[in-house]
RNA sequence: GCCCGAGUAGCUCAGUUGGCCAGAGCAGCUGUCUUGUAAACAGCAGGUCGUCGGUUCGAGUCCGACCUCGGGCUCCA
């Protein structure tokens, strides 16, 4: 019988005999490449070890040192969590299982409606290991569709990825549509569809942790049933595994909601609503000093600043098509005026709060006749609208239904277009990367199917501007397709924080529509009546997620500029308490924002409390400050200085408050 | 909105199968202590146990509805 030779990835080639797998290659090659060994990819499609190869074939080795490793790891382990909870709840069946970023999951129906509770994750942990250990072979097979379907008989889901696949639907990647249905076996009673490849067996597994289950619907949609769902987290070794938690354990310690408690910075009463926050005066401090810097960056890039009220009349959201694509999202109306007597429920005027600041900035534009010298016109506000979020998905600052938004809208003639929009973006960038953001992508969002008004021709024309820009950028550019808003397409700018984690901020949209539907005009250089086009941006989007987002980036230790309290003087006995006085006066002097406090309580103490305040200063004054007029300097994150002059620590300061550190 | 879970003092939590006057630490207040870099000591005060209704001789504890929060789905700035 005839060899084969295959070629590995350095260009090398290796001759196996016929009927070789990549577990032999592997093998033939090294005794640790062998047990490393997770898939192998052939001629870039991964495959099973247990694949027999072929003559000519281009084979790459995946071991668990390649990060490729991972996905083909987590999807194994998903299986052996569906293994556990068929065997466990005798009589439930499974839906979709993938891996996703950092982990997997996997769907499941259990008898008569159950649902999972914490306990029943340890139980299922404890069970998988038991799996694992058992070191169990995935046997791969394949079955035309009518023996598929009969194989997966208890397990509607299943077969309808089936009949999905066979219709011509992606059916999630359960499966391939070209009729055949391929199966992977660990036990005689246990048996997954599959499209592969998977681990040779399952005792190479065991790096994961089961974190979450929950509800969701089957694909994702509101009309299908809900199931079950199972979360874990998976990494090819125990060393990232432990690493990912930790960084969990580390997000957690920074999580907004919890330090805004702590720190004292907002809050959201039960008694307003929810989703409605009340600032307190050391977040008000933060959000002014937000709001200031973006105003004056706004003035000098050429903004003009406006107001806008928080209810109108419903005329003006008919006009502007709010109602008719985005009456989910607001608030209900209300009738006012109505005349005594009047039991009419449609009597009166109907109100409503604002979802949007668009309707109102437009009427500024249109109030009264404008030139094409007046063009760019960019009008900007700190608008707060209000938006009818579902209950279920109100979540801290970051999703609210009260909000303000830093809005613009900016009316430009087509030929400008291009270039306001390259300028905006940059202006969106540079200004992020003042607020300690500096890690960027881009997202851009086309026309939404169901949901658009305008004609594809004046879609594709906006899209066009905006990808124009982005690509300008040098950013990596992700497409989310049909993710634009009911008026237009729209870039989004998604910033990386400390910790890695990736936050929607800003948006930029291209606007054909509200200009048309409030027939907006301009008089141009040839005298005749033009439309304009008007482009929506908001940079934090709303100042609360933004605000959010800076506490969790910064773990609550806002740098000196934006620092609630930048320096605590602690007095060491009451002897020193009026040089302590004197010196954060003068601080106070120089526009800092200075406190004492009183040797009421240890200096220990006293440190301890203004650490827990993460403030960037602690400032500690005794005899010797007192008689050299210096003082002790005990920064944030840095070692203790002493008989420091006054003058140069408030220099220090002033310099960290100008570079924004 | 849908699935699950939770709501006890400002915060973090205890409170056994329904049964004596609902507890602790931190925070707060009052004293004492007068401190050189991450927790001095003592005392005081603080709760209609989320709200409303029901079961019961008796409800923080059991049941229902609503409100709010957390995790997930869907949606989104």
Request: glycine share 10%; charged share 25%.
């Amino acid at each position: 019988m005839a060899d084969i030779t295959v070629s590995l990835p350095d260009g090398s080639e290796r001759t196996l005999p016929q009927g070789a797998t990549g577990a032999d290659l592997a093998a033939s090659i090294g005794k640790r490449l062998a047990r490393d060994a997770v898939v192998v990819e052939v001629d870039g499609a991964p495959r099973d070890l247990s694949a027999p190869l072929h003559d000519g074939d281009r084979v790459r080795i995946i071991t668990v040192q390649d990060p490729a490793s991972a996905e083909h790891l987590r999807h194994s382990t998903a299986h052996v969590l569906a293994q556990a909870v068929l065997e466990l709840w005798p009589g439930a069946t499974f839906a979709g299982g993938p891996p996703i970023e950092h982990g997997f999951y996997y769907d499941f129906e259990l008898p008569d409606g159950g649902t999972f509770t914490e306990d029943d994750l340890e139980r299922i942990d404890a069970k998988m290991r038991e799996i694992i250990a058992a070191d169990q072979p995935f046997e791969r097979f394949e079955l035309p569709l009518d023996d598929a379907r009969e194989l997966m008989a208890d397990h509607p889901y299943k077969r309808a990825f089936m009949d999905l696949a066979a219709s011509g639907d992606d059916a999630d990647g359960e499966v391939s549509g070209d009729g055949v249905i391929s199966f992977y076996r660990n036990t005689p009673t246990f048996v997954d569809m599959c499209l592969g490849p998977h681990v040779a067996s399952t005792g190479g597994l065991g790096n994961f942790r089961l974190t979450r289950h929950g509800g969701a619907y089957f694909r994702g949609s509101e009309r299908n049933p809900m199931l079950q769902r199972i979360y874990a987290v998976a990494f090819p070794t125990a060393a990232e595994l432990e690493e990912h938690l930790r960084v969990q354990a580390e997000a957690e310690l920074r999580d907004h909601r919890r330090l805004g408690v702590e720190l004292d910075l907002f809050s959201f009463p039960e008694e307003i609503g929810s989703g409605l926050a009340v600032f307190h005066p050391r977040g008000g401090i933060v959000r002014r000093l937000m709001e200031d810097y973006s105003r004056r960056r706004h003035e000098e890039a050429g903004y003009e600043f406006v107001y806008s009220p928080h209810i109108t009349k419903a005329d003006l959201f008919e006009t502007s098509g709010h109602l008719q694509w985005f009456a989910d999202g607001m608030f209900p109306p209300m009738q006012v005026d109505v005349p005594d007597g009047a039991d009419d429920g449609a009597a009166g005027t109907t109100y409503y709060l604002k979802p949007m600041n668009c309707p109102f900035h437009i009427l500024i534009f249109r109030s009264r006749m404008r030139s094409y010298r007046d063009l760019p016109l960019r009008l900007f506000e700190f608008g707060t609208v209000y938006r009818y979020e579902k209950s279920g998905v109100v979540h801290g600052l970051t999703r609210v239904r009260g909000m303000t938004q830093d809005d613009a809208h900016i009316f430009t003639t087509e030929e400008q277009m291009p270039d306001e929009l390259a300028g905006t973006l940059t202006f969106v960038l540079d200004l992020l990367r003042d607020y300690g953001l500096d890690d960027f992508h881009l997202e851009l969002s086309t026309r939404p199917p169901e949901k658009a008004v305008g004609t594809e021709a004046e879609w594709e024309r906006a899209t066009e501007a905006l990808r124009g820009a982005a690509e300008g950028m040098g950013l990596a550019l992700v497409l989310d397709e049909g993710g634009g808003a009911f008026y237009g397409p729209k870039i989004s700018v998604q910033a990386r924080d400390a910790i890695g984690r990736t936050w929607q901020m800003s948006t930029i949209q291209v606007d054909f529509q509200l200009p048309q539907r409030f027939d907006l005009t301009y008089v141009g250089p040839d005298g005749e009546r033009h439309r304009p086009i008007m482009i929506h941006r908001a940079l934090f989007g709303s100042v609360e997620r933004f605000f959010g987002v800076l506490v969790e980036h910064y773990a609550g230790a806002f740098p000196a500029w934006l620092a609630p309290e930048q320096v605590r003087v602690l007095p060491v006995a009451d002897t020193h308490l009026d040089y302590a006085l004197e010196v954060a006066a003068q601080l106070r002097g120089g526009g800092f924002r200075v406190d004492v406090a009183p040797a009421d309580e240890t200096l220990g103490n006293r440190i301890r409390r203004a650490k827990g305040d993460k403030l960037p200063y602690v400032l500690v004054v005794g005899d010797d400050d007192v008689a050299h007029r210096t003082v002790g300097v005990n920064p944030r994150g840095g070692e203790v200085e002493r008989d420091v002059p006054l003058g140069s620590f408030a220099e220090r300061l002033h310099g960290d408050v100008e570079s924004k550190r």
